[in-house]
């Protein structure tokens, strides 16, 4: 099975592989977008900005293959909100595979990144939680959010309830980072997996 | 509910974990990777790797053993030590680190902190700051790894805090210099008037020696999480317990 990470140029891509090595995946991290076409499943990481990240896709001529990928394809953080139609970070247009804008968490609660384990609230099962309980951990890190739509499989609430875990068709997405939540995180990315293609 | 962080932080020399009293006489407590899965193991939310002889031997931290801990590690982790510049950044963030943290070098070079939040996002940039009561206020000090390169800044801690945000810091790890090493509990007082100065987490640093310690530094100043050693390193005080003792206390930890 090929497993592929789009190398958009941000930074934390070897945090992913590593976690798909402990589940003794070996991915297949690429910045060539006839080459993750190609991809049995895709990751789609991202730190940074909006604005920064969509630029790395466009330069790289990966957000015309993102645009029709057509297995599963797993947006992870920023990977999960260039996946919708728009960010207010830097007033950026999106990839617009699934329908809604990350909107700005600052002034809805806390302190702003929005930093460190918050809860997940399923409100639809889904393969891709196969397994996980209800009200469990996951870590995030982001200043941005998206509000829930009919495509959130849990919500996570921080002064405001925001789309914790997408899944619209073959796209997925992971507001939190899997890779980075201990035994949840690792049975999310496992189910990724093992999804129908 | 986002829960409050407990996070071992892991002071490194020459890749050993190292404690020292207020910052000098460094004990060897242990191998990094070992104690690194031993944390999370028992439930640690985040570690923190400072390599505290990068900065004042002007070296970077290596890459090479940041990767050894991203492979093994299913829990966040900040890099701290030495990175002055954004191609140290890069390497340590490319190596699997999940936030840098500068403290030294922002000193010496405040601009570093809007150069690494434009191009990474301030969500991993991390400033770690060494603040010591001097009497009067609290000040900033710089290279406080070496006792003998240790620097008075400028700086009070109240104005570095505003300015570091204003520069794009995600996350603030404030080290209460004068409680640390000593177990005696946190700096509540600095903490407090500190934290009214955030817009980001603030995480408290320094004095952790029981339990009611974490409590207290949770329900009196409102910080983000707290960082401690050699209560942890010294097996003072257990994760798993203590998390079960912050719930009896009506605190938000994770399970």
Not at chain 1, 159 to 173: E, K, L, P
Not at chain 2, 110 to 128: E, M, P
Not at chain 2, 177 to 199: F, P, S, V
Request: hydrophobic share 45%; net charge negative; aromatic share 6%.
């Amino acid at each position: 099975m090929s497993l592929m990470i789009a190398d958009t140029g941000c930074a934390n891509l070897a945090s992913v592989r590593f976690a798909f090595a402990r589940l003794g995946v070996n991915a297949i991290i690429s910045s060539a977008p006839e080459e993750l076409a190609l991809a049995e499943r895709l990751v789609l990481p991202g730190v940074g900005s909006a604005n920064a990240g969509m630029q790395a896709l466009r330069t790289n001529g990966l957000d015309e293959m993102l645009g029709e990928f057509p297995r599963p394809l797993l947006g992870v953080c920023l990977g999960l909100q260039l996946l919708f139609d728009h960010s207010d970070e830097g007033d950026t247009d999106c990839l617009g595979r699934l329908h809604g804008a990350a909107e700005s968490l600052s002034g809805t609660a806390g302190p702003v990144p929005h930093m460190g384990w918050n809860t997940l609230n399923i409100c639809q099962m889904d393969p891709i939680l196969s397994g996980l309980e209800d009200r469990t951990y996951v870590y995030f890190v982001h200043s941005f959010a998206i509000k829930p739509s009919p495509d959130t499989l849990a919500v996570t609430t921080y002064g405001t309830n925001f789309s914790a875990i997408v899944r619209r068709d073959n796209i997925y997405g992971c507001q939190f980072h899997p890779e980075r939540s201990g035994k949840p995180g690792a049975l999310i990315l496992q189910n990724f997996l093992d999804v129908n293609p | 509910m986002l829960a409050r962080r407990i996070i071992p932080c892991l002071d490194v020399m020459d890749g050993k974990v190292v404690k020292g009293i207020g910052f000098a006489d460094h004990q060897v407590v242990g191998d990094a990777v070992e104690l690194a899965c031993r944390y999370s193991a028992e439930g640690a939310d985040e570690l923190v790797f400072y390599d505290i002889t990068a900065s004042p031997q002007r070296r970077r931290v290596d890459a090479a053993w940041v990767s050894q801990i991203a492979r093994e590690l299913d829990i966040p982790f900040t890099v701290a030590g030495g990175i002055g510049s954004l191609e140290d950044a890069q390497a340590i963030l490319a190596a699997g680190a999940d936030k840098i943290s500068v403290n030294s070098p922002a000193l010496a070079n405040s601009d570093l902190i809007n150069v690494l939040a434009r191009r990474f996002g301030s969500q991993c940039v991390v400033v770690g700051i060494d603040s010591f009561w001097d009497g009067q206020d609290w000040q900033v000090k710089a290279l406080t790894g070496d006792p003998s390169k240790m620097l008075n800044t400028n700086w009070k801690t109240r104005d570095w805090i505003k300015e570091v945000q204003s520069r794009g810091a995600g996350e603030i790890v404030l080290n209460c210099m004068n409680e640390d090493g000593r177990r005696a509990g946190y700096d509540l007082k600095q903490l407090h008037t500190m934290r009214k100065l955030c817009a980001v987490p603030l995480i408290a640093s320094g004095g952790a020696g029981c339990q009611q310690d974490f409590a207290n530094v949770f329900q009196k100043t409102g910080v983000a999480g707290a960082l401690a050693a050699s209560v942890f390193h010294k097996n003072i005080i257990a994760i798993a317990a203590l998390k079960s003792y912050l719930r009896e206390q009506n605190i938000e930890v994770r399970s």
